[in-house]
C-alpha cells in the first residue's frame, strides 16, 4: 500500500473526520504568531492538505485570508459543504497551485507526513514571499496519561508496532521533521470531553485502520468499546492532547 493510496483512504469517510476528530487550541495559533512571527489578521495563508477543513475554520476565524489546498476529492467536497465561504484548490504540497512569492505562511495541519519534503520544501520556499514561514503541527495523544498510553500500545499491537521502552514527549519532531531547515518548537496541551463512542469514532478514521481488514477491524473496535466502557462507566473520556508545533523560515 502505497502513501498517496493510504492518504486517499480519508476519501470514502469526510464525513466522519469532520465530524469526529478533535480540532486545534487557540493558544497553539498564538504560538504559531510568536513563532512565526506573523500576525494571523489579514495574514495571506496557504493550509496545505486541509483535509475538511479543520485547522483552516480556525485560520479562517483568526482573521487570516486563507487559501486551503487539499489533493481528495472526498475530503474537498465536505470542506465547501463546512466553508463555503474559503477559498480552496485542488493540490499537494509537492506540486502547489500557488503564485510564487504569493504567501506569508504555509502550515499543515496534521499533513506534512503526507508530503516528499524533497519536493515539498523547494514548493514552500517558492510559494512562501521573503521572510514567510512554515508552519507544521501534530495533535497526539498526551503520553504522561496512562490509559492513552495504554490504548497506542492496544494499537501497537494490533499493527505489529514495536511498542517503545518509553513514550516520548520530542517523537513527533524526531521522526517527521525534515533536515536542513531551522525549526524552532513548541508543544501545546489541551483536552475535550466526549462519549466513548465519539471517541471510538475519531479512532477509525485513522488510516491504518481504513486501510485495514475490516473484519478485524470492526472486531479491534468491539473490544475496545468494551475495555473503555469498563474504565469510564459514565460513558465519557477526557481525550488529553500535546499539539506539536514546529516553525521555520525556509
Known amino acids: 500500500m502505497t502513501k498517496p493510496v493510504q492518504a486517499r483512504s480519508f476519501d470514502a469517510i469526510a464525513a466522519d473526520y469532520d465530524a469526529h476528530r478533535p480540532s486545534y487550541p487557540p493558544a497553539l495559533f498564538d ?17 496545505v492538505g486541509a483535509g475538511t477543513g ?10 487570516a485570508r486563507v487559501t486551503a489546498v487539499e489533493p481528495g476529492h472526498g475530503m474537498a467536497e465536505q470542506f465547501r459543504r463546512s466553508l463555503p465561504d474559503v477559498s480552496l484548490v485542488r493540490g499537494d504540497g509537492n506540486n502547489l497551485p500557488l503564485r510564487t512569492g504569493s504567501m506569508d505562511l504555509i502550515t499543515y495541519a496534521q499533513a506534512w507526513h503526507w508530503t516528499d519534503p524533497a519536493r515539498s520544501i523547494p514548493e514552500a520556499r517558492r510559494v512562501l514571499r521573503p521572510g514567510g514561514a512554515l508552519a507544521l503541527w501534530w495533535n497526539d495523544g498526551d503520553p504522561t496519561v496512562e490509559w492513552l498510553v495504554d490504548q497506542e500500545n492496544r494499537m501497537r499491537v494490533f499493527f505489529g508496532v514495536e511498542i517503545p521502552a518509553a ?48 473484519a478485524a477491524v470492526r472486531d479491534y473496535f468491539d473490544r475496545e468499546r468494551a475495555l473503555l466502557t469498563a474504565l469510564f462507566p459514565d460513558g465519557e473520556v477526557e481525550e488529553a492532547y500535546l499539539v506539536s508545533l514546529a516553525v521555520a523560515h525556509p
Open 54 to 63: 479543520l485547522g483552516t475554520a480556525r485560520l479562517h476565524e483568526r482573521g
Open 167 to 214: 513514550p516520548s514527549h520530542r517523537a513527533r519532531f524526531r521522526a517527521e521533521l525534515p533536515d536542513g531547515l531551522d525549526f524552532r518548537t513548541r508543544q501545546v496541551a489541551w483536552s475535550r470531553r466526549v462519549p466513548i463512542d465519539v471517541h471510538v469514532a475519531n479512532l477509525a478514521t485513522h488510516s491504518d485502520f481504513l486501510i485495514g481488514d475490516p
Open 31 to 47: 504560538a504559531v504568531e510568536e513563532l512565526a512571527g506573523v500576525a494571523l489578521s489579514g495574514a495571506r495563508v496557504a493550509d
